[in-house]
């Protein structure tokens, strides 16, 4: 149903509600509905972009998950005309025969970097669901608030996380991690892959102590667990869980020539 425009004057009204009833004419200043999935073009990207250096645009298209339940996502955004950047998103999915199995709906921040995209975060051959929300300046280094949705084995109903960061990847020993912070200072976030999406263990803190004048190569760095949760699901106490993971793969790669103090 057309928006009819309310600054018009009688007459003229209802002169504009015949032409609309021809013509399907919206005012241009009401608010840009969503797009017939029907008719959305594949997304020109769909890889996630977690965090771009400049912003990306925010387009409504269709993604389509390239992994053994095949399901494709109409994404479709709101608007509004007198305030830039995206205000939230759509995601309705849908299963191979068409049908639709879930809805979506995120809101967003005028900062969100980048449109909605696809990864396989955990490595287990389906593909998750990655909607940046926003992406603000934390201690100099821009980091992004972001959702993943992921699904269990062969379902097609999708589970949130939120996770803050500037990448998220598989860690090296069956988690996911998010890695964040600022250019002396990296948060590495550990999620467990389970049929809630993605369980948080702990969060590692990773210092540079120590750096070199003139090169600016960080000789030494500290490591330690300053956030916890759901240790019993990996069966570890705190000072267990602190030496596992400040070992680990994901941790290790951060300044890898460093020494551990």
Request: negative net charge.
């Amino acid at each position: 149903m057309a928006v009819l425009c309310s600054r018009m004057k009688p007459a003229t009204l209802v002169t504009a509600v015949i032409a609309i009833a021809i013509a399907g004419v919206v005012c241009p200043w009401a608010p840009r509905a969503g797009a017939d999935p029907r008719y959305l073009a594949p997304c020109a990207v769909t890889v996630a972009a977690i965090n771009p250096k400049t912003q990306l645009a925010h387009s409504d298209c269709r993604l389509h998950a390239n992994d053994r339940v095949g399901a494709n996502f109409d994404v479709t955004y709101f608007s509004l005309p007198e305030a830039p950047g995206p205000r939230a998103v759509k995601v309705v999915v849908t299963d191979g025969s068409g049908a639709v199995v879930q809805t979506i709906d995120e809101l967003l921040e005028p900062s969100s970097p980048s449109g909605v995209g696809l990864q396989d975060l955990d490595g287990d051959g389906r593909e998750e669901i990655i909607i940046p929300i926003a992406q603000h300046v934390f201690n100099g280094s821009p980091n992004t608030r972001f959702s993943v949705w992921r699904a269990e084995g062969d379902s097609t109903h999708f589970e949130r996380t939120q996770m803050v960061g500037q990448a998220a990847y598989p860690s090296g020993d069956g988690y996911v991690v998010s890695n964040g912070g600022s250019p002396t200072s990296r948060d590495l976030t550990f999620y467990l892959p389970t049929g809630a999406g993605f369980t948080l263990v702990l969060v590692l803190t990773i210092e540079a102590e120590q750096v070199e004048q003139g090169t600016n190569r960080v000789l030494t760095v500290n490591c330690r667990a300053h956030k916890v949760d759901s240790l019993q699901a990996i069966d570890m106490d705190i000072t267990t869980a602190q030496d596992t993971f400040c070992a680990s793969p994901a941790a290790r790669a951060i300044w890898p020539d460093a020494q551990r103090v």
